[in-house]
């Protein structure tokens, strides 16, 4: 018996030490693909870019990096798979997407509609679903993969960070896109980078290339760029999602100004279907607050100032959140905000009657917006330092 | 390849098959057969036969004493086993000088009258046979032989040189008794007995070894040991067949469960705290002579990992210290093989920027993660086995080539990265501080198997050898005693100590694995509370 076990044992320590070949690939003969760049190529096909680190340039025991972190590699073909072929000859190394944060698209492919280059990128089961994705406004992708930050050591986590940093929805774009892609009552949307310019040295022509966060692209059902919104509508579309974690409002108020820092934002969205299908959204937002700033005679250690600067940006968010949903209605008419969602989610009957033709509906929809905020924290000074004598 | 392979096996299975008898083997060295013989009477025969055995032993010492100038008195012992100062004033002085008493009117023989009369000396027996007395005068007595008679006294005036109770060496507190068990049997008894005051601590005396003739004792408490360890330890032992046993070591061997097992079944100790300690668990504990551990049965996988300290700190900070112990010996079983898994077969789980700053420091590095692993490793275990056999003037040496060829140099020469070598000086750091040195073996060794694993199958191999490790552990028993009680099979009231320790007072059972008889250890109610009532002024 005992003999039978010892013979398996030999043979499973055979098996273990001379089959050779195991599937591990060691760090340093990887290239670590840190983000993609997807634009359009010549003859309809797709120029697709990716940036690289040099991990020995990463290193920074012994003073200062050598050169520079990351290089830049680009080809083209007629779809991802293809493009990324030809890439490969170009690299010693074995390619490694399992790290890729972020990806970006640019204006033009994403005008031409990427409906047909994301199934590459959902199927490889080594690339992360939870990737942040950015369409460039009015450049191409390859040129944001160049433009390198002086905080961050690979630089593609800075696009990732600033969208985070801003309160956007960070890592879970790209799933929120494809879950809005598969869904009728919610039309997708990707965040939109663009290129600037800052001033760092004393002359006002040397200038550094840095990236920023300049807003929403919205996309229609084929998943064509149509219209696009600027920061601040970006942010109130995030609040009707209800992902925006934080939010900054400036309102004129009498004389002066005042600012207004929010958190523990939500949103509620209740839809009401008239007999002849138009429908009136109320949507519902609320919001803590703490002054942030009070450049006004106003005492927000009284009760009657702190309701006038309540209503101030009641009134304020109040307008911005309007005016941004009746832009996306009368420019894009794609439901960006998940209204008809809401509906599919309320009365599901009714909205197999509304879903084909919800372009239309929603363009046509009443939107009320009521706003709650409160100010729960005036800061550690009540008047403001300059205007001590105020008050009225 | 193939058929030289096979050949190997073969001759390794051949080389089981041939068994060789090692009864045989001890039962033919030379060796009189005294078993049944009886002394003479005539002196000059005994005295002949004695010499005849003690041929060539230049430590025999044979003095003959004529007392009133008729009968002849024989001394027997061995130079340096014996207090040569007071045999001379207990048994010669007496004999020489006094004389036999001439008041005595009934005496039998004139042994008794040495016996009753003239020997101060606490200790002494009769024996008849020549056996037993070679071997009372090898145990350290003073045979006295008188002509006439076939009887011997047996004197106990041991004597010998023996270290003091010192600290010990493995087993050091911060807090705590600082005495030791030092290499003889007797001190090590006297300082049980000197913590257990009670006739129910036991002692039984068992003699191990053809030739060495060793002593050993099996202690316990009586009604709290159970009876059945007891009987199944004393058969273990009674079946013990070797020519010398030469310390507890060699006995730990014989009467374990599993030898194949890589963790220890029997707990050593240095510190009679801890024995007792143990024994007041139902536990039972062997002394043997000439070694200063004693062995305690039957050990749990948590009796490995608490340390002396544990008892003699607040309960807190020792929850606090043991939790930490925890997963300190979690990662000396499994960081290196974590590292090499995770670099080698799953980079996605490592953060981005941990990921990229160690690629940087693999950049250039000519070996694969494991083989990288094993190198650093395997010298840090050589430095550990080099530094332990240097005498202490020179162990410092070892810790400086260390340092720099290992630390440093193989870093800036790019034969090993930086992350490499920072995983095992911690697995090294780890490992250190496994409270039982043998247990922490264990673990050291068991690294290896799970590097390999991971070397070979990343994640998966890790899971792999952590459910054979936890099926193994869970499956061992010492003598009948899960080891893994009281986590498995589980009892809620014993795991208030192990991973954590519950304050004394709430300690209430003795394990119900391991003792016997009444459970309750300490009545409950004890909490310690204010005073009611005001403040006093």
Redesign the interface.
């Known amino acids: 018996m005992s003999k039978i076990i010892y013979q398996c044992l030999i043979f499973l320590l055979c098996l273990l030490v001379l089959v050779g070949c195991w599937d591990r690939t060691e760090l340093n003969e990887q290239a670590i693909w840190l983000a993609s760049g997807f634009d359009v190529g010549k003859e309809d096909g797709l120029k697709v870019s990716g940036q690289i680190v040099i991990p020995a340039n990463m290193q920074n025991q012994n003073g200062g990096s050598k050169g520079k972190d990351h290089f830049i590699l680009s080809d083209e073909g007629v779809n991802l798979g293809d493009a990324f072929q030809k890439m490969e000859a170009k690299l010693s190394r074995k390619g490694f997407y399992g790290l890729r944060k972020v990806f970006f698209i640019g204006e033009e492919l994403a005008r031409r509609g990427i409906s047909k280059e994301l199934d590459n990128v959902t199927r490889g089961s080594e690339v992360s679903i939870r990737t942040d994705v950015f369409v460039v406004k009015g450049d191409t992708a390859i040129n944001v993969l160049n433009v390198s930050n002086p905080l961050e050591k690979p630089s593609a986590i800075a696009a990732l960070k600033e969208h985070q940093q801003i309160g956007g929805r960070g890592s879970t774009v790209f799933l929120d896109f494809l879950n809005a892609a598969n869904s009728d009552g919610l039309r997708p949307t990707i965040p939109l980078i663009e290129i600037t310019e800052t001033q760092t040295g004393e002359n006002s022509d040397k200038k550094e290339s840095i990236v920023q966060v300049a807003g929403l692209g919205i996309f229609n059902k084929e998943l064509k760029m149509v219209g696009m919104l600027n920061q601040t509508e970006n942010q109130d579309l995030l609040w009707i999602l209800g992902y925006l974690p934080k939010h900054t409002l400036s309102t004129p108020l009498r004389d002066g100004n005042a600012t207004l820092q929010l958190h523990h934002l939500s949103s509620k969205i209740k839809p009401v279907i008239e007999k002849s299908n138009h429908i009136t959204f109320k949507v519902e937002l609320s919001g803590e607050g703490t002054l942030f700033e009070n450049n006004t005679l106003l005492n927000p250690e009284k009760k009657s100032d702190l309701k006038e600067f309540e209503k101030a940006f009641n009134e304020l968010a109040k307008k911005q959140v309007l005016s941004t949903i009746k832009k996306v209605q009368s420019e894009s008419g794609q439901d960006i905000f998940g209204f008809g969602e809401v509906i599919h989610r309320k009365d599901p009957r009714k909205w197999k009657d509304l879903k084909d033709d919800w372009d239309q509906y929603f363009t046509q929809a009443d939107v009320k917006v009521t706003t709650k905020i409160k100010i729960n924290n005036i800061g550690i000074t009540g008047p403001s330092v300059l205007n001590k004598n105020g008050g009225s | 390849m193939g058929t030289l ?1 096979v050949k190997v ?1 073969l001759w ?2 051949k080389k089981s098959k041939t068994k060789k008898n090692s009864k045989e083997m001890i039962k033919s060295l030379p060796k009189p057969d005294l078993k049944s013989e009886y002394l003479f009477s005539d002196l000059e025969l005994n005295e002949q036969l004695l010499k005849e055995l003690f041929q060539n032993c230049s430590d025999i010492v044979f003095r003959a004493i004529q007392e009133n100038n008729k009968t002849k008195i024989l001394l027997i012992y061995i130079d340096g086993l014996i207090d040569t100062k007071s045999l001379e004033a207990d048994v010669i002085k007496p004999i020489l000088y006094d004389g036999l008493p001439n008041g005595i009117t009934k005496v039998h023989s004139i042994g008794e009258v040495i016996e009753q009369k003239q020997l101060a000396i606490s200790q002494v027996s009769h024996v008849e046979k020549v056996q037993d007395l070679v071997d009372g005068i090898l145990k350290a007595n003073v045979g006295i032989l008188v002509d006439g008679e076939s009887k011997a006294i047996l004197a106990s005036l041991q004597g010998y040189e023996k270290r003091g109770v010192e600290e010990p060496q493995t087993e050091v507190t911060i807090r705590g008794p600082r005495d030791g068990f030092t290499e003889s049997l007797r001190t090590n008894t006297a300082l049980l007995r000197r913590r257990v005051r009670s006739s129910r601590l036991k002692m039984e005396t068992f003699s191990v070894g053809e030739l060495s003739q060793t002593d050993l004792v099996i202690t316990y408490i009586d009604g709290i040991a159970p009876t059945g360890l007891l009987e199944e330890l004393r058969d273990r032992i009674s079946r013990i067949q070797i020519d010398g046993l030469l310390g507890s070591e060699f006995l730990e061997e014989f009467i374990e469960d599993a030898p194949y097992s890589p963790f220890p079944q029997i707990q050593n100790t240095e510190r009679p705290d801890i024995l007792i300690g143990n024994l007041l668990e139902g536990r039972v504990a062997i002394i043997v002579d000439n070694s200063p551990f004693a062995l305690i049965i039957p050990m749990t996988f948590w009796s490995g990992f608490h340390a002396v300290e544990d008892y003699y700190e607040r309960f807190m900070y020792t929850t606090f210290i043991r939790f930490i112990r925890f997963n300190l010996i979690l990662i000396s079983l499994y960081l290196p093989s974590i590292y090499v898994a995770l ?3 799953h ?2 789980l490592i953060p ?2 941990l ?11 000519p070996f ?3 083989i990288e692993a094993l190198i650093m490793e395997f010298m840090f275990e050589g430095l550990r086995e080099a530094g332990i056999r240097l005498p202490k003037a020179v162990g410092s040496a070892v810790s400086i080539v260390g340092a720099l060829v290992i630390g440093q140099a193989a870093v800036q020469a790019g034969i090993v990265s ?1 992350p490499m070598v920072i995983v095992v000086a911690t697995t090294g750091i780890a490992s250190f501080a496994i409270p039982r040195y043998n247990f922490g073996l264990a673990f050291r060794m068991l690294r290896f198997i799970m590097l ?1 694993l991971a ?2 199958f ?1 994640l998966y191999g890790i899971i792999i050898g952590f459910i054979a490790l936890t099926i193994h552990l869970v499956n061992l028993r010492s003598y009948g005693v899960p080891y893994f009680t009281p986590v498995s099979p589980l009892n809620y009231q014993e795991l208030k100590d192990t991973i954590i320790r519950a304050p004394r007072w709430s300690l209430h059972i003795r394990p119900t694995f391991i003792s016997e008889g009444d459970k309750t250890r300490i009545p409950k109610g004890q909490k310690p509370r204010p005073p009611k009532g005001e403040p006093r002024e």
């Open positions: 392979f096996v390794m299975f670099t080698t077969y980079p996605k981005t920027t990921l990229i700053s160690i690629a940087a420091a693999r950049e250039g590095v694969p993660a494991l930086a390999i070397g070979c990343g």
